[in-house]
């Protein structure tokens, strides 16, 4: 079965700063996706990058990268110029790729709080 | 619709009681999920439905959850004879390929079990 790790339950930053978010993860399979989600106190899981594992190059979206380590199963995010907006529950999550299909249920680690500091 | 749709927002119940949670998925979403989050934790999977058939129900915690989505779009997840280890945030999502396989979320249904 598939493990998701966040080891860091709550990490800060100040605004403008860069901060990184850990996860590693634990699968016998070689093609899946990996994503970070962000989750406000509204509770709605907004999509904030993917990555898929036979793509060497590591996905950038605007401020939010991510460092993928296959061989260490290891998916960390950075987000550079934080900001106010930026404060949430971050979680990591992992999915099987199901060969084209639809199906592909997620498996979450536990979730990082992040607070941004004016 | 222009995105998940899950109602209630909130609901309190009695324990002992059945409640009905609903999930109006994206337009032509062929897929869709449940989720349960419990406080301070990461959603788990519960169930997944492709078209009207319930494709992968591994993640039901027992024979008192039920969901079902006769028409291939809304989804309702029943939950019979409550118990207060029920109480946590209810997940919806759907996603097809057209997607690119990304999984869309509703705002979930906080369910709360007295």
């Known amino acids: 079965a598939q493990t998701v790790t966040q080891s860091q339950p709550e990490m800060s930053v100040q605004e403008a700063e860069t901060v990184t978010l850990s996860c590693t993860y634990d699968t016998s399979e070689s093609d899946y996706y990996l994503f970070w989600y962000k989750q406000p106190p509204s509770r709605q899981m907004i999509l904030v990058i993917r990555q898929e594992a036979y793509k060497q190059q590591n996905a950038t979206e605007n401020r939010f990268s991510v460092n993928f380590q296959k061989a260490a199963k290891s998916f960390s995010l950075k987000i550079s110029d934080s900001q106010l907006g930026d404060a949430a529950m971050y979680f990591c999550?992992?999915?099987?790729?199901?060969?084209?299909?639809?199906?592909?249920?997620?498996?979450f680690g536990q979730g990082t709080i992040l607070t941004v500091h004016p | 619709g222009a995105g998940v749709s899950q109602t209630p927002s909130n609901k309190v119940t009695e324990k002992g009681k059945y409640v009905e949670l609903r999930c109006d998925p994206i337009?032509?979403?062929?897929?869709l999920y449940w989720y349960r989050q419990s406080l301070g934790q990461g959603p788990e999977f519960l169930i997944y439905?492709?078209?009207?058939?319930?494709?992968?129900d591994s993640g039901l915690p027992n024979d008192r959850f039920f969901a079902v989505r006769p028409e291939g779009s809304v989804s309702t997840l029943k939950i019979q004879r409550t118990e207060r280890g029920d109480s946590a945030v209810y997940l919806c999502?759907?996603?097809?390929?057209?997607?690119?396989?990304?999984?869309?979320f509703g705002e979930g249904s906080w369910l709360t079990v007295v």
């Open positions: 999502a759907s996603s097809s390929t057209d997607s690119g396989n990304t999984i869309y």
């Open positions: 439905f492709q078209g009207t058939g319930a494709a992968d």
């Open positions: 337009s032509g979403h062929t897929a």
């Open positions: 999550a992992y999915r099987l790729n199901a060969g084209g299909t639809s199906y592909g249920k997620l498996t």
